[in-house]
């Protein structure tokens, strides 16, 4: 692996992988000049590196609008670690969508609006990440959460309150169909609004990835706890926002109604 291969992604792989993407899908708008691309490559020697739950772009003055990960990893096998997980909004967390570092693959998203974390590698791992910058991102309303986005109808609330009881539980299990989100959130699947929400309804999940990553080495034990308390005084000033906080309890109602229900059509 030497300094030029990265230089010739950066010059030429990257630029045209730019322009193929906006020939496929023009309203990305990325740019194609060596400005707006970012190639970094990774080697993980094997000794637990991660990334908890994260987007690669949270926000101003970010521009990243594409991420694209080449793995290179000929001898990579299951046990290995170092799989890329996806999670789309409104899913569980437990249904992350698992990528294995195989060789010689490619895999894309959107940077402001996929989750993602990294598995601890336990075997070396080596990967290009290429960012592609966007002019149409993080405007206004990528950015900011109003009262408007955070409407519910009061049908959906009253379901969410009733679902405190085992009762109401038991009968969402029953439901023939997979449910389905709330008509107010749906937008939010694929809006980069969903930064501003997503680590106060999959908090447990971000607190878990933070352990994961930094309680492994006793040396990232301070950064862990540092991590763990910003993550916690995050989660507080949202739930001091009535209106956010009863919109997340609504999501958060949904997404255990989903985890229910796929648990009973698995049989688990």
Avoid at 202 to 209: F, G, L, M, T, V
């Amino acid at each position: 692996m030497t300094a030029p291969i990265a230089g010739d992604l950066w010059e030429e792989g990257a630029t045209e992988m730019a322009a193929r993407l906006n020939e496929k899908v023009p309203t990305l708008a990325l740019g194609e000049t060596r400005e707006d691309i970012v190639v970094k490559l990774q080697l993980n020697e094997g000794s637990g590196g991660c990334f908890p739950w994260h987007y690669d772009n949270p926000g101003p003055p970010n521009k990243r609008k594409v991420t694209a990960l080449v793995y290179l990893n000929p001898d990579w096998e299951d046990g290995h670690g170092g799989e890329l997980l996806l999670l789309p909004f409104l899913e569980p967390a437990e249904d992350a969508i698992c990528i294995a570092p195989l060789h010689d693959r490619l895999v894309l998203f959107l940077s402001d609006s996929i989750c993602h974390r990294v598995m601890p590698s336990l075997a070396r791992r080596v990967a290009f990440t290429v960012w592609l910058d966007s002019g149409v991102v993080n405007g206004d309303e990528d950015v900011y959460l109003r009262a408007k986005h955070l409407a519910v109808e009061e049908t959906w609330l009253a379901r969410a309150d009733e679902a405190a009881t085992a009762e109401q539980g038991q009968a969402q299990e029953s439901a023939a169909e997979e449910p389905t989100a709330p008509p107010s959130m749906l937008h939010l699947r694929m809006s980069p609004l969903q930064r501003s929400l997503s680590r106060y309804v999959y908090r447990e999940a971000y607190e878990a990835s933070i352990q994961d990553c930094m309680g492994i080495r006793e040396d990232a034990l301070l950064g862990m706890q540092l991590m763990l308390l910003a993550h916690k005084k995050a989660c507080e000033r949202s739930a001091q926002n009535e209106l956010l906080n009863t919109f997340v309890r609504v999501i958060r109602w949904h997404v255990d109604q989903v985890r229910l229900w796929r648990q009973r059509s698995a049989g688990t």
